[in-house]
């Protein structure tokens, strides 16, 4: 490393422990109100609960951003929230405007609200509150969106970005040979570990996944096969002793987060020029719906991306349109031209 790189790196690093310092002063000062008292009380308790990690994160998150509205607006105690300020709020986050300029999806902005809602319920039911200041907040009604797919030509160009001459290439398309093989959330192939993987039986087996429910899935012998070449050739030359078992690492021997997972894939998804934008999930969707396409049954599905309900799963029937249009040319009895009995084969549209 040259002694101007290593300069930087100091430095940036110096910077980064200066904003820590000063974001942790921010959070002792932050959390010092008795709205934020309470809020590390709640959080404790769905933590005992068994809620994930990374639900717990989120929700923190997100409901930090109302204490720091709060706290703008000099709500300290849960006494002074009331409906009306509540629905400021909400406009705020109508208002609320990204670092680029862009305002809050109306999903985000939903799920900024439910989990208040949920809070004040908790607030009311252990008598913190005389009564719920939000059970009559009209949530933002979120639109039906339908998840973005690739057809299979479009997959395999994916597939084909990483530069598989190189080692993390031939990481990355072991990574993605999963997505599209098994269709994993992206935190469960993060999760995976070496034992997870099955080969004898093409198996792999996902540890607390969504719910904190585990489930085996197959792996089909391409993604195997990708797999064996990175265990053989390119994990070995990154992994760090101990070795805890992670099945995927960076390029510095440590596990991936879902960020950078998301980063990566997303750039190899632009890269094939397919026309679609995307990321870990997009390789979910195609499975699901290219497998309904090929004859698979629901339930099936269902079992394979570990929903719990049915009515989930069923998005992929509204997505594969290329079945149904197959599926109504066969039974509908007026779908198909019949050029010998049709009247309308019969005209001739000349010029006026």
Not at 264 to 291: D, E, N, P, W
Request: aromatic share 6%; with cysteine; proline share 5%.
């Amino acid at each position: 490393m040259s002694r101007r790189h290593h300069e930087k790196n100091t430095a940036q690093k110096a910077k980064e422990r200066q904003c820590a310092a000063l974001t942790a002063r921010k959070l002792r000062t932050f959390r010092t109100t008795p709205l934020a008292t309470l809020l590390e009380q709640y959080l404790q308790h769905l933590a005992v609960k068994g809620f994930a990690e990374s639900t717990l994160r989120l929700r923190r998150v997100h409901m930090e951003m109302f204490l720091k509205w709060c706290r703008t607006n000099r709500i300290t105690t849960p006494a002074k929230i009331t409906r009306t300020s509540l629905e400021s709020y909400q406009r705020y986050l109508f208002q609320y405007r990204k670092r680029d300029g862009q305002p809050l999806a109306v999903a985000s902005q939903h799920s900024r609200l439910a989990p208040l809602k949920v809070w004040f319920k908790w607030l009311t039911h252990r008598k913190h509150i005389p009564q719920d200041p939000a059970t009559e907040l009209e949530l933002p009604r979120v639109g039906y969106k339908l998840p973005n797919v690739m057809n299979k030509d479009d997959a395999e160009r994916v597939l084909s970005q990483p530069d598989v001459r190189k080692p993390l290439g031939i990481r990355d398309r072991a990574m993605l040979e999963i997505l599209y093989s098994s269709g994993l959330r992206r935190t469960e192939l993060l999760q995976l570990r070496l034992y997870d993987v099955d080969q004898n039986h093409g198996l792999l087996t996902v540890r607390q996944g969504k719910g904190k429910r585990d489930r085996v899935v197959p792996i089909g012998e391409r993604a195997l096969a990708w797999l064996d070449v990175y265990l053989s050739s390119s994990r070995p030359e990154i992994v760090r002793k101990p070795d805890d078992g992670v099945l995927f690492l960076t390029s510095n021997g440590v596990p991936f987060t879902p960020n950078h997972l998301s980063l990566l894939a997303r750039r190899y998804v632009k890269a094939a020029q397919i026309g679609k934008s995307g990321a870990c999930h997009i390789f979910r969707h195609t499975m699901a719906t290219l497998m309904l396409e090929g004859g698979a049954d629901i339930r099936y599905i269902q079992a394979m991306l570990g929903h719990v309900r049915l009515d989930t799963t069923q998005i992929y029937t509204h997505v594969s349109i290329r079945k149904l249009k197959q599926v109504h040319a066969t039974t509908h009895p007026g779908a198909r031209l019949d050029a010998q009995t049709d009247e309308v084969s019969q005209l001739q549209i000349g010029p006026e």
